[in-house]
């Protein structure tokens, strides 16, 4: 199934097409774009046959103008008061219509007029406030869009007059881009571990040969660490993987408290002269993640290409050699971005922390079973609650070691399952001695005739090997049988990582096991399995195994788009095919080929062609007239595009007569000033103007 944009907007919205379409191929990943009726955004979120309702694998936009929500009413009753009246019921519409959607919305407040920018400004605070803790909802402000991707310009007042498409070409770029980008930190896989080189990458200099106080922050270095620690504070875990002497780099964060980045913020580092790829796996192993949930940030591209080459798995990301390019290069690296931060993330440094202490002591253990009921294990099963849906759908997509079926949901996904009753929700809350790790397990599951049905069951890595997962099993067989029913059913869905889930499985139910397509079923007696404790495990033999297949590694080139794909002008000559030439190397032929090219999606195209034999249509005939004034300077009317006969030579040819009667109408009143005196020239301008002044 292909994903799919569904969007709603209330203006011509079509000029986005080219932009996500290009993206699509970008991320290896085609989209399906479809666009509900123009202007029509009550109908799309009430209408339960909708672009939106019908939307089961992507996401739904709504793009909304402030000035748009009333452009029906007569220009004198518009006032501001009405504008909000209205938006606000746009936004009761947006929360009533989200449980009857199985994908994400994402809400976009658009550029406004300039008259209505300061007005805009707080109604985009204002929604931000009151669609805050809505499941299923993403809002994106143009505000955001322009820090991201800025354009001077984004109005188009000729494309506003003739077919009520108010941005130009350039600012549709930064649109999809920042559309496509957003859905992308929601739907990839997310990166868990950032490794730092040190020398000349967390600081200017060699910290072995300029010493502690020889090395310096400089303001690309500065802003770095500003940015990896925004990185830590959303949850990702920072280590360090670089070529020094362990004591060195020990010195430095001793001898500089002024850094952004202090040791409390690694979680583990390997600092030594081994490869950086040997270093990679080490604390891959340490923090029990795999390596394509790392990203090492380097400033020596050798570095980069041994780890590529060593463990592809592993992003690695070369600074740019000119070091006042570094923060812009790092905020349009796109494996960084964040689309929802839990309280969990905030505290996920923390919590892993605790597990390392955890570990270590669990390896010094003379006795075992001994220092598991030492533990003061704490696991606390609750219902789900709407406050906890988004940390749900991060554990989803994130968690891949012990996760049954490894089905990967959004939010608002789950949100439609929840409400609806086709599943029911526990979340687990872990502690112990060493620490509080939060909410790290989640349970979905269903009743089908007598049984229990397990849909989704995953626990985070780092509270695994205490016994939770026994815990867990055991509530939900009580629970089955105060139901009256007599069988918990467990699938099994083999991956390449869910190993530990398997064993586990494998331990509790062998004797119940089942293949299946793709990995093994059990039908558990709830009445053994409601009394299920931690126990060592036995010795046994190898344990069978459904050998998962790899999916094909589609992850984008991240590097590549920040370097080249992180303007929207540079967007902009990408999706049309290549950067734009300088006008004075081609002629009007020529240059108006490309242009319908672009529009039609056809090369080859010669001076006898029709717009409209070729597939042109009124909206493409809008944009034409809006390239052309953009290219060439002149205004063309309607008519000129309209004309059923019209070829690309004759428009060519009419293009230049317009530039010539313009050059003609200037070059006579040149010739005509030229002729005058000093004081006649002056008597012209003060005739012009009275108010005017000349010595």
């Known amino acids: 199934m292909q994903f799919r944009f ?46 939106f309702a019908s939307n089961q694998h992507g996401v739904n936009i709504l793009l909304v103008r402030l000035e748009d929500l009333a452009q029906f009413d007569a220009p004198d009753t518009v006032t501001l008061d009405r504008l909000e009246s209205n938006l606000n019921e746009v936004i009761r519409l947006v ?38 803790g809505t499941p299923g909802i993403l809002y994106l402000s143009h505000e955001e869009i322009q820090q991201l991707y800025p354009v001077a310009e984004p109005s188009s007042a000729e494309g506003e007059r003739l077919g009520h498409i108010p941005y130009t070409e350039l600012y549709f770029c930064a649109l999809g881009t920042a559309l496509v980008r957003l859905m992308h930190g929601l739907y990839s896989p997310p990166f868990k571990v950032i490794a730092l080189d040190c020398d000349n990458t967390l600081w200017k200099g060699i910290c072995g040969e300029d010493g502690p106080r020889g090395v310096t922050l400089d303001p690309a270095r500065h802003t770095l660490q500003e940015f990896m620690k925004e990185q830590h504070d959303s949850g990702m875990l920072l280590g360090m ?11 430095i964060f001793a001898t500089h408290p002024e850094m952004p980045l202090q040791l409390r913020h690694f979680v583990a580092w390997r600092l030594n002269w081994d490869a950086k790829s040997s270093n990679l796996r080490a604390l891959s192993s340490e923090l029990s993640l795999s390596l394509d949930s790392f990203i090492l940030v380097d400033d020596n591209p050798k570095e980069c290409a041994e780890v590529a080459e060593s463990i592809p798995e592993v992003l690695a990301v070369a600074l740019p050699a000119e070091a006042d390019e570094i923060p812009h290069f790092l905020e349009h690296i796109w494996a960084f ?11 996920r440094s923390a919590h892993y922390k605790t597990s390392l202490e955890f570990g270590r002591e669990l390896k010094q253990a003379s006795n075992l079973e001994s220092f598991m ?13 709407p406050s906890q849906l988004g940390r749900v759908a991060q554990l989803t997509e994130r968690t891949n070691q012990f996760n049954f079926t490894t089905i990967r949901r959004t939010e608002a996904e789950i949100a439609a399952l929840l409400a609806d009753g086709r599943l029911e929700s526990l979340t ?12 790290t397990g989640v349970a979905l599951f269903r009743t089908v005739e007598d049984a229990l049905v397990i849909d989704t069951l995953l626990l985070s890595c780092r509270v695994l090997g205490r016994g939770v ?28 990582k869910n190993e530990p889930a398997r064993r586990f499985l494998h331990e509790i139910g062998a004797r119940f096991e089942q293949p299946t397509e793709s990995g093994f079923s059990y039908s558990l007696p709830a009445a053994e399995l409601r009394d299920l404790q931690w126990k060592p495990s036995p010795e046994v033999g190898p344990v069978k195994t459904w050998i998962a297949r790899p999916l094909a590694h589609k992850r984008p080139d991240y590097v590549r788009i920040a370097r080249e794909l992180s303007t929207p002008v540079q967007v902009l000559e990408a999706v049309r095919c290549g950067p734009t030439r300088q006008q004075g190397d081609q002629d009007t032929e020529v240059r108006l080929a490309q242009i319908w090219s672009e529009l039609l999606h056809k090369s080859g195209i010669s001076s006898t062609d029709n717009f409209f034999d070729l597939g042109g249509h009124s909206l493409l005939a809008v944009l034409l007239i809006v390239r052309v004034r953009e290219t060439f300077g002149v205004e063309l009317a309607i008519d000129d595009v309209y004309s059923v006969n019209l070829t690309l030579g004759e428009l060519a040819n009419k293009i230049e007569r317009e530039q010539l009667g313009d050059r ?23 005739a012009e103007d009275p108010g005017v002044s000349l010595p």
Not at 428 to 439: A, H, T
Not at 673 to 680: G, K, Q, R, T, W
């Open 241 to 251: 993987a670089s070529k020094n002497n362990e004591p060195d780099v020990l010195e």
């Open 6 to 51: 569904a969007i709603s907007a209330t203006f011509t919205a079509e000029p986005i097409e080219p932009v996500l379409n290009f993206w699509g191929r970008q991320l290896q990943t085609p989209f399906e774009i479809r666009f509900a009726p123009y202007n029509q955004i009550a109908q799309t979120l009430t209408d339960p046959a909708s672009e």
């Open 373 to 385: 009921n030492a533990l003061d294990l704490q696991v606390r099963i609750q219902p789900c609650t």
């Open 428 to 439: 687990m809350d872990v502690s112990d001695r060493f620490g509080d790790y939060g909410l």
């Open 469 to 496: 997962e026994h815990r867990v099993l055991a509530h939900l067989a009580r629970e089955a049988l105060r139901r009256g029913l007599e069988t918990v059913i467990a699938t099994f869905e083999s991956t390449a």
């Open 337 to 347: 971005d964040h689309v929802l931060v839990t309280e969990e993330d905030r505290n």
């Open 95 to 132: 929360r009533e219509a989200l449980p009857r959607m199985g994908v994400p919305l994402i809400f976009v407040l658009c550029p406004p007029s300039e008259a209505r920018r300061e007005f805009a400004h707080e109604m985009a605070l204002r929604i931000e406030t009151m669609l805050e």
């Open 664 to 686: 003609a109408v200037y070059e006579a009143l040149y010739n005509e000033i030229e002729a005058m005196s000093d004081d006649e020239v002056k008597q012209l301008l003060e």
